[in-house]
C-alpha cells in the first residue's frame, strides 16, 4: 500500500480527471464516524461517504448480515432466479412509505437509475413524455438525469443535448431572492407559456435540496405542487436519495410537511454503505409495466438487501429519527456560537433540518456576496487539522454536514471543536 501522494499519482495516470475528490486522502479503514488514511492518519466523518452511511461505517449489525448472507450466495439476478431478502426488503419498504394506501417497490443500483424509473413509471402510468424539476435540484448524472438537474456547472458542461421534455420551475431560496410565490407562479406559467398540463407526466423535487445548498421546500409549496398534480393528473415524484432514512429527523423528508407523493426515489443511506436505490410507488403506478418493463441484472442484489434489513433494523432500535434531531440542534447551535465570534470568517443562512446542516461563507456579512476560494479553503483547513467536510450550493459557498447519525457525542463535539477552529480568521 502506498502513500496518498504516490497513490494520487498513480490516480491521475489511471482515473479520469473529470472524478473529483472532496478530501484527497486514501481510506484504510473506518468504523462509526472515524476513518483512517493509508498513512494512519485519523479522521473525523463529516461527510458519511454524501449521506450514505446514516448507520455509521461497518456497522456490527449491518456486518454480520452481510456476512451471513455472503456464507449463502452473492448474486443470481432476482430476473433469473428470486430470492427472499429482495422480497422481504420491499416489504419492509412498502410498510413505511410516506404515502397511504398499498405500496409496491423496485429495487436497483444507484439514485440516478431510480430516478430514471420513477419516470419511466410516470411515464407508463400517465401515457405522457413531460417532466418538470426545479433550479438547483440534483437528480444524477446520467443523460435523462443530468437534464432533472438544475445546476449548469459542473455536471452538464460539455455533454450537448439531453433528455427532452423537461422543463424548470426556480426552487424558492430566500438569498436568491426566489420566494414561495414566485415558484408557484412559475410553475404555473410552465402550462401557459411552455408545455400543455395534459403532456407533463410528472413533478419531481427533493424534499430538502441537496448539491442545491440544503434548503427545505416549504410545505406551503409542496402543498401547492400536491394541489396542481392532482388538478392535472400529474404525478408526483418525492427524489429522496439524499433525505431518506432518518437523516432529516423523520424517516423520508417530504413527511415533515404531511404532504404524499406517489413515487418515491430512494438510494444512499438505505444499505449501510452498499451500494442500493429503489423507487417505493403506489401499486396501480409500479404495476402498470407488464413483465420485462422493469428489471437490472444486479438491482436488489442479495448482499445489499441483507445489509438494508439490517440498515432499518439499526435505525430502529437506536432510535436514530430521533438521534437526527439531537445532533442537528447540537451542530446548528455551535455553528451559531461560531459565527457570533469576532475572530470568525463571515457565516450566513444557518439552515437544515434533521442532521441535515448547512451554512454559507460570505466575502462581507452586510452584502453576503458568496466567497467559494475561502469556503475551499475552510475544507482544506479542516481536512488538514482531521475532519472530512463537503461543499454545496449554487455559488460553490455552502458546507454541508453530514455526519452519521450513529456518531458518538464526544466525537461529534470533537469534530464541531475542528470546525470551529477551520473558521477562524487568519
Not at 439476478?77 to 405500496?103: D, H, M, T
Request: charged share 20%; proline share 5%.
Amino acid at each position: 500500500m502506498g502513500t496518498n501522494e504516490s497513490l494520487l499519482a498513480r490516480r491521475r495516470d489511471a482515473v479520469p480527471l473529470g472524478i473529483g475528490h472532496a478530501c484527497p486522502v486514501f481510506a484504510d479503514k473506518a468504523q462509526n464516524a472515524e476513518i483512517w488514511d493509508v498513512e494512519g492518519r485519523r479522521y473525523i466523518d463529516f461527510a458519511a461517504g454524501i449521506a450514505v452511511l446514516n448507520v455509521g461505517h461497518r456497522h456490527p449489525k449491518v456486518m454480520a448480515a452481510v456476512s451471513k448472507q455472503l456464507e449463502r450466495f452473492t448474486h443470481t439476478s432476482f430476473q433469473v432466479a428470486p430470492y427472499e431478502p429482495y422480497i422481504e426488503l420491499c416489504e419492509r419498504l412498502n410498510e413505511i412509505a410516506p404515502f397511504s394506501g398499498k405500496a409496491k417497490t423496485l429495487l436497483v443500483n444507484s439514485g440516478a437509475e431510480a430516478v430514471e424509473n420513477a419516470v419511466k413509471l410516470a411515464r407508463a402510468a400517465t401515457g405522457r413524455s413531460a417532466v418538470v424539476a426545479f433550479s438547483g435540484g440534483f437528480h444524477g448524472r446520467t443523460i435523462a438525469t443530468l437534464a432533472l438537474t438544475g445546476k449548469v456547472a459542473p455536471y452538464k458542461q460539455g455533454f450537448g443535448p439531453t433528455f427532452p421534455d423537461v422543463f424548470h420551475a426556480p426552487f424558492p431560496v430566500p438569498s436568491e431572492k426566489v420566494s414561495v410565490e414566485d415558484s408557484i407562479k412559475h410553475l404555473r406559467s410552465i402550462f401557459k407559456y411552455q408545455v400543455d398540463a395534459s403532456r407533463v407526466a410528472a413533478i419531481i423535487i427533493e424534499p430538502v435540496q441537496g448539491e442545491g445548498g440544503f434548503y427545505q421546500a416549504p410545505t406551503e409549496l409542496l402543498k401547492e405542487i400536491r394541489r396542481i398534480c392532482d388538478e392535472y393528473g400529474i404525478l408526483l415524484i418525492a427524489d429522496e436519495v439524499q433525505t431518506g432514512f432518518a437523516r432529516t429527523g423523520r424517516m423520508f423528508g417530504i413527511q415533515h410537511s404531511g404532504v404524499e407523493p406517489d413515487l418515491v426515489t430512494v438510494a444512499k443511506a438505505v444499505a449501510g454503505g452498499f451500494p442500493l436505490a429503489g423507487v417505493i410507488g403506489r401499486h396501480q403506478i409500479m404495476d402498470k409495466l407488464g413483465v420485462g418493463g422493469l428489471g437490472s441484472t444486479y438491482g436488489g442484489h442479495p448482499i445489499s438487501c441483507a445489509a438494508a434489513l439490517a440498515t432499518l433494523d439499526v435505525i430502529d432500535d437506536e432510535k436514530l429519527v430521533e438521534r437526527a434531531n439531537v445532533i442537528g440542534a447540537r451542530a446548528v447551535d455551535r455553528i451559531i456560537e461560531i459565527s457570533k465570534r469576532n475572530d470568525s470568517l463571515p457565516i450566513e443562512n444557518i439552515r437544515g433540518v434533521g442532521a441535515m446542516i448547512a451554512f454559507d461563507i460570505v466575502e462581507d456579512v452586510d452584502r453576503a456576496r458568496p466567497d467559494k476560494e475561502t469556503t475551499q479553503r475552510v475544507v482544506s483547513t479542516a481536512l488538514s487539522n482531521g475532519l472530512f467536510l463537503l461543499t454545496c450550493g449554487l455559488h460553490g459557498n455552502s458546507i454541508r454536514l453530514l455526519m452519521p447519525i450513529t456518531i458518538q457525542d464526544s466525537i461529534l463535539d470533537e469534530g464541531l471543536n475542528i470546525l470551529a477552529s477551520s473558521l477562524t480568521r487568519t
